[in-house]
């Protein structure tokens, strides 16, 4: 069962979903299509729903996104978004079978804005702590660097390989702004944030060469990465059972407290009324932030507080 998500009006959100059994379905491939399918329909998704996308990162395994929902609609632009995607990938390869992993997607609530800066700077030195590239600017398919967040704008073609011409809901070319957090922009501005931003990858990419180091690991390198087959999987070790956070603070020991003190009373509320409902009892108000039980059977919810 899919674990509760209070979906509210202008959370961030640090997103990432795997490959079926760690296949490496979205390596990047010398002619870009993988990451022009997916940055179509990321664009497509985000668009439709609301999203305002940060950064984004797709590694051969898995994706990253930081995004901000602004009209509680992040349900439906991941059902949109992934089914899409999944659908080119499956075209573009052959794959008979699934393409993501059987678990829902992984969403963290970033709450504070060093929690935001921590989050963008893991998603950016992703494929360095992979030990593929040795700076995050080499990676070969889908990245956003500290300089994109806020001024960039992704422009790109509707692939020719799944979709069809003519569909108004997917039209010949598409733009995606990558927005800078709004927490971030207020505080520090859009050329400080990315400055902040920045020095905390290069931090990241110093560990990972020292970790390398100490493994006598050598770096893959974006050559080789281009020639791996989709068929691959990947090797490395992985801890059983690990936990899934549901929110990210960097730190900040009121805001996790905060959170959690949140998350308690939104469950108990939840649980109160999903009891009365099953009872039989529809004018039980489920808490602010419900999105299931709103969407797909119609029940009340309370205010915002």
């Not at 996104?65 to 995607?85: G, P």
């Not at 999944?86 to 929690?115: M, Y």
């Not at 494929?127 to 600017?137: C, G, K, L, M, N």
């Not at 905390?200 to 990972?208: F, G, I, L, M, S």
Request: charged fraction near 25%; glycine fraction near 6%.
């Amino acid at each position: 069962m899919t674990r509760r998500r209070i979906i509210k009006d202008g959370k961030v959100w640090a997103l990432s979903r795997r490959t079926t059994r760690r296949h490496y379905l979205f390596n990047p491939d010398q002619a870009r299509r993988i990451e022009q399918a997916y940055w179509y329909c990321l664009a497509v998704a985000a668009n439709k729903h609301g999203i305002l996308v940060h950064a984004a990162c797709l590694m051969s395994t898995h994706a990253h996104e930081v995004l901000t929902d602004t009209r509680s609609e992040l349900s439906l632009f991941l059902q949109l978004f992934h089914l899409n995607f999944a659908r080119c990938i499956k075209a573009l390869h052959g794959w008979p079978g699934e393409v993501f992993d059987k678990h829902s997607t992984s969403a963290v609530h970033l709450r504070t804005p060093e929690a935001m800066i921590e989050s963008l700077a893991y998603l950016i030195a992703n494929p360095v702590e992979a030990v593929a590239v040795r700076y995050a600017r080499d990676w070969p398919g889908v990245q956003t660097l500290p300089k994109h967040i806020g001024t960039r704008t992704v422009r790109v073609q509707r692939p020719d390989f799944y979709f069809r011409p003519g569909s108004p809901d997917y039209p010949d070319a598409v733009e995606l702004e990558l927005h800078m957090p709004a927490a971030l922009q207020c505080d520090y501005g859009t050329e400080l944030a990315q400055h902040r931003i920045a020095q905390r990858v290069r931090q990241r990419e110093h560990q990972a060469w020292e970790e390398a180091k100490r493994a006598g690991q050598s770096f893959v390198g974006p050559r080789r990465v281009l020639r791996f087959a989709h068929t691959k999987r990947a090797r490395s070790y992985e801890e059983f059972g690990s936990l899934n956070p549901q929110f990210a603070v960097a730190g900040d020991k009121e805001a996790a407290a905060q959170a959690v003190k949140e998350l308690r009373l939104f469950n108990a509320q939840y649980d109160d009324a999903l009891a009365a409902w099953t009872a039989g009892d529809r004018t039980g108000v489920f808490p602010h932030g419900t999105w299931w039980m709103r969407v797909f059977h119609g029940a009340r919810c309370g205010p915002a507080p």
